[in-house]
């Protein structure tokens, strides 16, 4: 059996900030899983519709691994990405590290690994890796999947060579500190304006605040949408508030990140933007509430008070954002 020493195993409600974690920790810097994905400027809507899916999936952040490329950015860490379409390279790339000591971060599809308690395919799943024997490989997941946690050698190989939405090929990456950190209260102010500006712009009406008032008005059709109300709408609110969002679609998480942005720096932007996105956070919340009404009633209403409060939340959120946008004035 090979295992990296003293890694700290300590799981998180994401699955990107729980493996960032790990490897960070393990350079020596231990930052709370709300700073980690601030800085990383993780928050995002999409509301998702397509042809080949059976139901519309509402996401709540950056697309997988841009939150990692964007706190190496941020930090001044050197990220390594390593990507192959052979699974014996793979294997290599993620062996070689772990033997030097360090432990690696993994993309894969969690519907193949072993301790998974819900199995749907997700190609942007991340975990840690810090050991292996010829058996199974040992991992760090959130604490929702149990922390410290092994898989099989063979679900590892099916996981990571999985295609599909979201996959890539057999990814590994480990991060490196440089030996002085750049002041955190320098990050700051550009990790949350690059995340306002983006969400406050985005490219088509799907992202952003323009996507959550488009969520607004479809979803009061979602009853329609689907052939098991049932089971279709409890599980979209499911994803919202456990599917590994920390709560309120990533809304608790980037409420969190602000508080703690305030303990560092004074500013009245930050301020509002953390009071309008308390206010948010809750009102996800009842719209998860909201949609699984509807699906276990059958009864369109709560779907049409749903819609309402995401047009509330469009509004909130943008203000939101204006405000921490002029943070770097």
Excluded at 28 to 52: H, Q, T
Excluded at 119 to 138: E, I, P, R, S
Excluded at 166 to 174: I, K, L
Aim: proline share 5%; charged share 20%.
């Amino acid at each position: 059996m090979t295992k990296v020493k003293d890694v700290d195993t300590r799981g998180a409600q994401h699955c990107e900030t729980t493996a960032l974690g790990v490897l960070l920790r393990h350079q020596g810097i231990d930052l709370s899983e709300p700073m980690l994905f601030g800085l990383g400027s993780g928050l995002s809507f999409v509301y998702w519709d397509a042809k080949n899916m059976g139901f519309p999936f509402l996401g709540g952040r950056v697309k997988p691994f841009e939150l990692t490329r964007n706190l190496a950015t941020r930090l001044g860490l050197e990220l390594l990405v390593q990507e192959t379409t052979s699974p014996r390279r793979a294997w290599e790339n993620v062996t070689a590290p772990i033997d030097a000591g360090h432990p690696v971060g993994l993309q894969l599809d969690s519907y193949h690994l072993d301790y998974f308690g819900s199995k749907v395919h997700f190609g942007g799943h991340v975990v840690a890796m810090y050991g292996y024997d010829d058996h199974d490989a040992y991992l760090v997941d959130t604490d929702q999947q149990g922390g410290a946690v092994s898989t099989s050698l063979t679900g590892l190989a099916q996981a990571r060579a999985a295609r599909g939405p979201m996959t890539a090929r057999h990814r590994s990456f480990t991060l490196t500190a440089p030996r002085t950190l750049p002041c955190r209260q320098d990050q700051i102010v550009p990790a949350i304006t690059a995340c306002a500006d983006a969400f406050l712009a985005p490219p088509i009406a799907n992202l952003g605040h323009r996507g959550i008032e488009k969520a607004g008005k479809l979803v009061r059709t979602w009853l329609q949408r689907t052939e098991d109300p049932r089971r279709d709408l409890p599980q979209a609110a499911l994803l919202m508030e456990r599917g590994g969002t920390g709560g309120a679609l990533f809304r608790n998480l980037y409420r969190d990140f602000l508080a703690e942005c305030i303990q560092l720096l004074d500013s009245g932007h930050l301020r509002t933007g953390h009071e309008l996105y308390t206010e948010a956070a809750a009102l996800w919340t009842e719209v998860a509430a909201l949609i699984t009404k509807a699906g276990e009633s059958g009864d369109a209403q709560p779907l049409v008070q749903a819609g309402a409060v995401l047009r509330d939340l469009s509004r909130i959120e943008r203000e939101a954002m204006q405000a921490l946008s002029r943070l770097g004035e």
